[in-house]
């Protein structure tokens, strides 16, 4: 079974720094890799999708990338701002069956 | 403006009752999935649909039961057989239920907080 780890379970930075969230996956059979952001009480909000082909993906301060073989994935965040502390959470898209499975998230804090 | 949503936000159980989450999306998309969150965990996965009228046990399905009369339409039912029922619950939707792919981004909606009393 796929097992999706992320580490660390929080941090907290100050305003402006540049930062990066990992994601590690057991079984490098994947089709595509998720990264969401979750504000408390909401759901989930997707933030970049990675296809298994794929090496990088790039929306605005955010650049996320995939290594396969080696069974991680790390979220890039550029300046960060206080508006970006939520919860960060990575989802990994298995062949069989549409199939997702998710990391227990990173809680960032970008103090201003 | 298309989107998912869930209702009620915010639900509330007695002892030995069943309830029904609602989750409409008009994304015109295939796949439907409910998800379960307990604090500091991640989600994981109820029951799942591909296609109107067919839908798959996740890693959690005990307890729980869907039904997907329409592709607009994925409830959920938290029986009284579900001995903890108090979570977060949210429901996905992906824009194709291609058996053997899980290829596309999945969309969240705003979620259904249950509470047993």
């Known amino acids: 079974k796929q097992e999706v780890t992320q580490i660390p379970a929080a941090l907290s930075v100050p305003e402006g720094e540049n930062l990066v969230l990992n994601c590690s996956f057991t079984?490098?059979?994947?089709?595509?890799l998720q990264w969401f952001r979750q504000d408390p009480g909401k759901g989930l909000t997707s933030l970049l999708l990675?296809?298994?082909?794929?090496r990088e993906q790039t929306s605005g301060r955010l650049n996320a990338s995939l290594d396969k073989s080696s069974g991680r994935s790390t979220l890039y965040i550029a300046a960060s701002q206080p508006g970006d502390s939520a919860t960060y959470l990575c989802a990994v898209g298995i062949y069989n069956f549409n199939k997702f499975y998710f990391g227990s998230g990173t809680k960032l804090n970008v103090k201003p | 403006d298309g989107g998912i949503t869930q209702s009620p936000k915010y639900l509330f159980r007695k002892e030995g009752q069943n309830v029904t989450l609602s989750c409409e999306q008009n994304?015109?998309?295939?796949?439907m999935y409910w998800y379960r969150q307990d604090p500091g965990q991640g989600l994981r996965l109820i029951y799942y649909?591909?296609?109107?009228?067919?839908?798959q046990k996740g890693d959690i399905a005990e307890g729980y039961s869907v039904s997907r009369e329409k592709k607009e339409s994925f409830p959920l039912t938290v029986t009284s057989a579900q001995k903890n029922p108090t979570a977060f619950y949210l429901c996905a939707s992906s824009i194709e239920g291609d058996r053997g792919h899980s290829y596309n981004e999945q969309f969240f909606g705003p979620g259904t907080r249950l509470t047993v009393l």
């Open positions: 990675i296809q298994s082909s794929q």
């Open positions: 079984d490098s059979a994947i089709y595509n």
């Open positions: 994304l015109n998309h295939d796949a």
């Open positions: 649909s591909q296609i109107v009228n067919d839908f």
